[in-house]
């Protein structure tokens, strides 16, 4: 897969990654756009995952609760494919008026390093115009999961089967440059081990073949499913990327805990808009949803399956993927 450029940031700092130009078009069109009442129509809100699942259930009760606040309805478009990837690009053309988000993991701006000249000169296979991080809605933690009949009982084990086997352990993940791909990169430089990466284009048919033993291992954001799977023994639960031990599985061990710390990785969610957004919109808009992640429904939605709700400023939300991104840049996914 080809690499986009994407530049995380507000005001003067994308001129000196996107280039003067490009910045100053983009303050005269929010000058143009500011002057306009918002919401002035419905909200499109580009969801990067299938229907179903966590992460498209947080996005419609956040459309929900939006709508009810903006009294404007909020549409729901699920756009998945390349990681987020496809959702991004669909974002990024989209006009900067603050009518139109996405719902997305930061891994496409994590994992995808820009090409300089595209970033410098518009061309290539950058997008039309990049995107902007407006607020950090969930960290979901990742699963490193086998099927039942693989004999490694524990992660060492595994890793010992790797080492006496180079080649041919497969690990699948729902896609190239996602955060369970990264921890599959992780944890081959760190212990050495050749083991085989299986890419598929989303989590669903990803988890089908894992319950039919189309491979070996596999890693996977913790959902209702995936929990209901490991307790009906259809498949075993080796480690997990947390800050801390689930509740929910207090006998899987972390990857920092099993000498990884760098392979401990969750998947982090957010909404973005494209960039030349007015700032006053940015600013409403994460306002709102910190006051979303702060309703008690939602909130014991997103903790029933171990997704911590994040909230806070774009600003915090740029400097989280910063630092990722500068993590992953080390070792890159293949």
Partial sequence: MRRRAWVIGHGAALAGVAGLPAFTAG?????????????????HLIVAYPPGGISDETARALAQFMGARLKVPVIVENRAGAGGLTALESLARAAPDGHTLAYCAISPLV???????SAATGR?????RDVVPVVSLMDTPVLVLAHPSFK??????????????????????SGHATVGHMVLAQVRAAAGVDIIHVPYKGGGQQLTDAIGGQFELLSSNVAAQQLQLVRQGRLKALAIGSPVRLPVLP????????GFPDANLVSTFGLFAPRGVPEERLRRLNALVNDALRQP?????MLEVSNLPTGGSAADFAARIAKERERALRVPPD
């Fill in 27 to 43: 303050a005269q069109a929010q000058t143009s756009t500011a002057a306009e009442p918002w919401p002035s129509r419905a909200l």
């Fill in 111 to 117: 994992f995808g390093p820009p090409d300089p000249a």
């Fill in 124 to 128: 290539g296979d950058a997008p039309p």
């Fill in 152 to 173: 490694p009982r524990d992660f060492p084990a595994m890793l010992a089967a790797a080492r006496a086997a180079p080649g041919r352990l497969r690990w699948a993940t």
């Fill in 251 to 258: 006998e899987v061990p972390t990857l920092a805990e099993l």
């Fill in 297 to 301: 429904e939602l909130r014991a939605r």
